[in-house]
T-cell receptor
Framework: GAVVSQHPSWVICKSGTSVKIECRSLDFQATTMFWYRQFPKQSLMLMATSNEGSKATYEQGVEKDKFLINHASLTLSTLTVTSAHPEDSSFYIC????????????????FGPGTRLLVL | GQNIDQPTEMTATEGAIVQINCTYQTSGFNGLFWYQQHAGEAPTFLSYNVLDGLEEKGRFSSFLSRSKGYSYLLLKELQMKDSASYLCAPMDSNYQLIWGAGTKLIIKP
């Protein structure tokens, strides 16, 4: 299998607060985890790539001080949206890829179910 | 630059066959993925092609021609639940997936 969980699935918060989203690979060790954002009817936008134990690599235009990523273990990565504002409202999705096992190919990204963030 | 070209939207009938085409240009190439994304949900992995030819997996098949920068996803015996967006995502020389907007497939009874 290749199951990725994400928590919470829904967040509603007030402007100025911080929100933490967890991403876990449940049945494999993820060498790399990715964080995406998707606005309605638009394509996936990669925000950052993280490898366990090292600093995340952020895509151009993504503020690393606003979107804090921690990849503490081979099965857990967290994204913290600091001082959230209404324009940060979006669908945040993580994905993970890991070693080859069975039918799973190393380079395949498996996605978590996503987190809907609404900032009021 | 890197880009992906897929039809924005396609309509097909339940029980029929549909082919979703994808052409791409990338800096280097390390395979191509197809994902399915239902409205409001995250993408799910469908297939991965790294060599030329057809890969069959149940009702879904994916084809790749590296020399032409071309792939297609073939869906047979369409079911209503196949209504979704289908994302063609080639992987470049840095093993980064390149994402387009995908093809929205509408299945009619």
């Amino acid at each position: 299998g290749a199951v990725v969980s994400q928590h919470p699935s829904w967040v509603i918060c007030k402007s100025g607060t911080s929100v933490k989203i967890e991403c876990r690979s449940l049945d494999f060790q993820a060498t790399t985890m990715f964080w995406y954002r998707q606005f309605p009817k638009q394509s996936l936008m990669l925000m950052a790539t993280s490898n366990e134990g090292s600093k995340a690599t952020y895509e151009q235009g993504v503020e690393k001080d606003k979107f804090l990523i921690n990849h503490a273990s081979l099965t857990l990565s967290t994204l913290t949206v600091t001082s959230a504002h209404p324009e940060d409202s979006s669908f945040y999705i993580c994905s993970a890829k890991g070693g080859t096992s069975g039918m799973r190919v190393q380079e395949t990204q498996y996605f978590g179910p996503g987190t809907r963030l609404l900032v009021l | 630059g890197q880009n992906i070209d897929q039809p924005t939207e396609m309509t097909a009938t339940e029980g029929a066959i549909v082919q979703i085409n994808c052409t791409y240009q990338t800096s280097g190439f390390n395979g191509l993925f197809w994902y399915q994304q239902h409205a409001g949900e995250a993408p799910t992995f469908l297939s991965y092609n790294v060599l030329d030819g057809l890969e069959e997996k149940g009702r879904f098949s994916s084809f790749l021609s590296r020399s032409k920068g071309y792939s297609y996803l073939l869906l047979k015996e369409l079911q209503m639940k196949d209504s979704a967006s289908y994302l063609c995502a080639p992987m470049d020389s840095n093993y980064q997936l390149i994402w387009g907007a995908g093809t929205k497939l509408i299945i009619k009874p």
